[in-house]
Structures are given as structure tokens and as C-alpha cells.
């Protein structure tokens, strides 16, 4: 797992308090967690791999992540709360959120089957994104929902959001998620979760529906890919299309999560031949729509004038390369989704805000139940952790200075 804060475009509605915040805290944030006895260390020589939790994830075994990054650092959080008669309840299931006229919330909880109370001046939201709800999926994100992969624990099923919702929260930037663009395989073969990744190949190479056309603009990266790939009426009528050269260096470009050559190891299916004719027959491709598209493409490229192409192409991020060298390849595609980026929206303290932008005293949302930073038409990323971590630490911070003399309530976590 990656603590590292990965910027990369964000979307014009982004909140520049939060903006402000999360840059403000990201440093103090790293500083807290070493202090909790978290291990941060430098994977790889990429600024974006400086910060990785401690030990680092493997890519094998039935549960990579058991023992390692992540799952120590929660265990050792957890330790540190109950040292210090913090209260952690497991097996529970929040069922309604109510604020009275005393001002104080009331939120009613199933705990191991038993229904209870607990009152609390403040309450912080922290139970992700709405990514496990296939309604809210249809509703916001895809029309067909069942044909997103869900890369991700099936936990985060928009609870918060929705009970933020009835006491007047605003969403915002409902309409996208974090995610990569998979093999379809993995569908079938468990082997191929959460890694390797189409990303790099679709952004170098091309990306064509069954019909042989393409449908977006693939230099904008794996994570506007995926969501461009949701959007469709069919997202698994998709193909990554590429060739031999590709394939040896995109294919190849992560050791942590390149396809080649996991990809046909692990039992992905990949469509190969000589000419594009026999690819698309192979593959179930429209083949005079197939060839047109590639020879189009290519001509775009040697022009060096992609922006021509409809749809256009960016180059700003990633160096499209012609599809000239046989053999030619075709990878089945699915969007395989981590979580959506949207949610409540806050103000830059993480206090919950209602339709006309106003505070509603004590309710606080961090992480990926929030929006206001992510998302938008290009799928602006910077990460669950990090909006987890630095918007965590502002809420706290804003609860501890409103402590009065008297012993509050204790308050409660959503998450």
C-alpha cells in the first residue's frame, strides 16, 4: 500500500480549502503516523513510491495483504486507541443518524446483533465510498454496474453518504471513481486481482469497442480510461489494441503490475495473429472498422496530429506509438473499480456542509466518503489515503480545540 499523496489533474469544482488543507497536513500527517511506530520507507526511486507503508504488498499468495502495509498499520492504530481506553466497536453496523434539538447527534447502531444508542456531541464519517452499492453505481456512475470488476473490500456501500444526505449534506462529484483498467479474464481467474494492469498499453497504444471504434481519449491515463470504459452501455465490449513493440516495453514498463508477461501466465485471455484482419476475426472485432481505425490512428501519430484524431488524443502524459510490428494483439477490457471519488462535501476543517454551503455544526467527513477534491471530466486523482489521512488529522484537530471545560461526550466514528 501506498502512502504517497499523488496529485495528478484535478477537477475545476475542487474545493481549494481542501486543496489548501491536504497540502498543509501531508508532512505532519507522515510525521503523526512515524510516531505511532509506522514504518514508511522508500520503494522505488519514483517520488510517488517514497512513502510506502511498511512491510510492502506481494503479488502472490490467496491474501497478499494479510501481515503486510496496510493491514499492520490498522492493527497497530487499533493497539495504540485501546491503550490509551479508546473504544473500538467490531461486528457493527451503523442504521440511522439523527440529530436533537439538544444539538447532540444520536446514531443507532446493530452491534453483534443488538441494537444501540450512543450520543456524541461530534461525529466524523469515515466509512468510504458508495463503490459496494450497485444501486448508487447505477445511479452515478454506470449503466451496467454488474460489469464493473470491484477491485476493492465490499464494505464501502455509501452508509455515511446517505445519512450525511438526510440531515441536508451537499454531495458533489458523484460521477466517477479510482480505478484501472483490467484484463476481463480476471472476471474468471482470481489470479489476475487487482494486478497486472492494462493502463500503460491502452495509453500508448489503442482502445476499440466490438465495433472497431475507438471511444476515448487514451493518453489521459489508466484512471479516466476505467471510467470512460463505466460509462458505456456494454463497458465488456472493449479491447485494448496494440502491438508487438508495445507490448515489449508498455507491456513491461511496472514490475509491480506490467501484464507482460502475468498477464497469459496467470490464464488472461490474449488474441494474437499476424495481420489485424485475423486479430479482429479472433476476437469478435468489426474487421473492416478495426483496420480503418488503426491505419487512421497511425497516420495521426506519424502527422503528429492527434488532436485530429476523433477522439482526440493527448500527448501531454503519455507518447502514443504506432501499431506497425506484428504480431498483433487484442486484450479483452473491463474497468475494475477501488473506490468512487465522490461524496459529502466539507469545507477545509472536514466539517460537513448543507445545500447552501453552510457548516452543520459537529458533523465532520474524511476519506473516500468525501467529495470536492477528486473526479471531474479528466478523473483528477489524489488518493483515499491521503485524503483519509490529512483530513482526518484536520477534524481532529478542530474537535480538540472546541473541547470544553466540562467532559463532553465522546465522539463517534462513522467507519
Known amino acids: 500500500m501506498n502512502a504517497a499523496f499523488g496529485w495528478q489533474?484535478?477537477?475545476?469544482?475542487?474545493?481549494?480549502?481542501?486543496?489548501?488543507?491536504?497540502?498543509?497536513?501531508?508532512?505532519?500527517?507522515?510525521?503523526?503516523?512515524?510516531?505511532?511506530?509506522i514504518r514508511l520507507i522508500k520503494a522505488m526511486p519514483q517520488e510517488a513510491y517514497w512513502?510506502?507503508?511498511?512491510?510492502?504488498?506481494?503479488?502472490s499468495g490467496d491474501v497478499p495483504w494479510r501481515g503486510r502495509g496496510g493491514d499492520v498499520m490498522l492493527r497497530q492504530l487499533e493497539a495504540k486507541l485501546l491503550g490509551r481506553a479508546g473504544i473500538l466497536s467490531r461486528a457493527s453496523h451503523v442504521l440511522a443518524l439523527e440529530?436533537?434539538?439538544?444539538?447532540r447527534f444520536m446514531v443507532t447502531a446493530s452491534v453483534s446483533e443488538q441494537t444501540r444508542t450512543y450520543l456524541?456531541?461530534?461525529?466524523?464519517?469515515?466509512?468510504?465510498?458508495?463503490?459496494?452499492?450497485?444501486?448508487?453505481?447505477?445511479?452515478?456512475?454506470?449503466?451496467?454496474?454488474?460489469?464493473?470488476f470491484q477491485r476493492c473490500a465490499p464494505t464501502g456501500v455509501g452508509d455515511g453518504i446517505r445519512m450525511a444526505q438526510m440531515l441536508g449534506a451537499k454531495l458533489i462529484g458523484m460521477d466517477t471513481f479510482y480505478g484501472h483498467v483490467l484484463s476481463q479474464s480476471?472476471?474468471?481467474?482470481?489470479?489476475?486481482?487487482?494486478?497486472?494492469?492494462?493502463?500503460?498499453?491502452?495509453?500508448?497504444?489503442?482502445?476499440?469497442?466490438?465495433?472497431?471504434?475507438?471511444?476515448?481519449?487514451?493518453?489521459?491515463?489508466?484512471?479516466?480510461?476505467?471510467?470512460?470504459?463505466?460509462?458505456?452501455?456494454?463497458?465488456?465490449?472493449?479491447?485494448a489494441v496494440f502491438d508487438s513493440a508495445i507490448w515489449r516495453t508498455a507491456g513491461k514498463h511496472s514490475r509491480l503490475s506490467c501484464p507482460n508477461p502475468s498477464l497469459i501466465k496467470k490464464g488472461g485471455t490474449v488474441f494474437e495473429a499476424s495481420t489485424l484482419e485475423s486479430l479482429a476475426q479472433a476476437a469478435g472485432i468489426q474487421i473492416e472498422a478495426l483496420i480503418h481505425?488503426?491505419?487512421?490512428?497511425?497516420?495521426?501519430?506519424?502527422?503528429?496530429?492527434?488532436?485530429?484524431?476523433?477522439?482526440?488524443?493527448?500527448?501531454?502524459?503519455?507518447?502514443?506509438?504506432?501499431?506497425?510490428?506484428?504480431?498483433?494483439?487484442?486484450?479483452?477490457l473491463c474497468a475494475g473499480i477501488t473506490?468512487?471519488?465522490?461524496?459529502?462535501?466539507?469545507?477545509?476543517?472536514?466539517?460537513?456542509?448543507?445545500?447552501?454551503?453552510?457548516?452543520?455544526?459537529?458533523?465532520?467527513?474524511?476519506?473516500?466518503?468525501?467529495?470536492?477534491?477528486?473526479?471531474?471530466?479528466?478523473?483528477?486523482?489524489?488518493?483515499?489515503?491521503?485524503?483519509?489521512?490529512?483530513?482526518?488529522?484536520?477534524?481532529?484537530?478542530?474537535?480538540?480545540?472546541?473541547?470544553?471545560?466540562?467532559?463532553?461526550?465522546?465522539?463517534?466514528?462513522?467507519g
Open 9 to 37: 489533474s484535478v477537477p475545476d469544482f475542487a474545493s481549494s480549502e481542501i486543496a489548501s488543507t491536504v497540502a498543509k497536513n501531508a508532512i505532519p500527517a507522515l510525521k503523526w503516523l512515524r510516531t505511532q511506530g
Open 51 to 59: 512513502w510506502v507503508l511498511a512491510p510492502p504488498r506481494v503479488l
Open 99 to 103: 440529530k436533537r434539538l439538544d444539538k
Open 120 to 148: 456524541a456531541k461530534n461525529v466524523v464519517i469515515a466509512d468510504g465510498g458508495f463503490q459496494g452499492n450497485i444501486e448508487m453505481l447505477s445511479r452515478y456512475i454506470s449503466p451496467s454496474p454488474k460489469a464493473l
Open 186 to 239: 480476471v472476471f474468471n481467474h482470481a489470479g489476475l486481482w487487482p494486478y497486472p494492469i492494462m493502463d500503460r498499453v491502452v495509453s500508448v497504444g489503442m482502445a476499440v469497442q466490438r465495433n472497431g471504434l475507438r471511444f476515448m481519449n487514451e493518453g489521459l491515463g489508466g484512471i479516466y480510461q476505467a471510467n470512460q470504459i463505466a460509462k458505456l452501455d456494454d463497458p465488456l465490449s472493449t479491447f
Open 293 to 332: 481505425s488503426v491505419e487512421s490512428y497511425n497516420q495521426h501519430v506519424k502527422m503528429n496530429a492527434l488532436s485530429e484524431l476523433k477522439p482526440p488524443r493527448s500527448v501531454n502524459k503519455f507518447i502514443p506509438s504506432m501499431i506497425l510490428e506484428p504480431p498483433f494483439f487484442a486484450v479483452p
Open 339 to 414: 473506490y468512487t471519488m465522490g461524496g459529502i462535501a466539507t469545507d477545509g476543517c472536514a466539517r460537513v456542509l448543507d445545500q447552501k454551503d453552510q457548516v452543520i455544526e459537529g458533523l465532520f467527513a474524511v476519506g473516500a466518503t468525501t467529495g470536492g477534491l477528486e473526479g471531474g471530466s479528466t478523473a483528477g486523482y489524489v488518493g483515499g489515503l491521503a485524503k483519509a489521512v490529512t483530513m482526518g488529522l484536520e477534524a481532529a484537530e478542530v474537535m480538540a480545540q472546541c473541547v470544553r471545560k466540562e467532559p463532553p461526550s465522546l465522539p463517534i466514528s462513522i
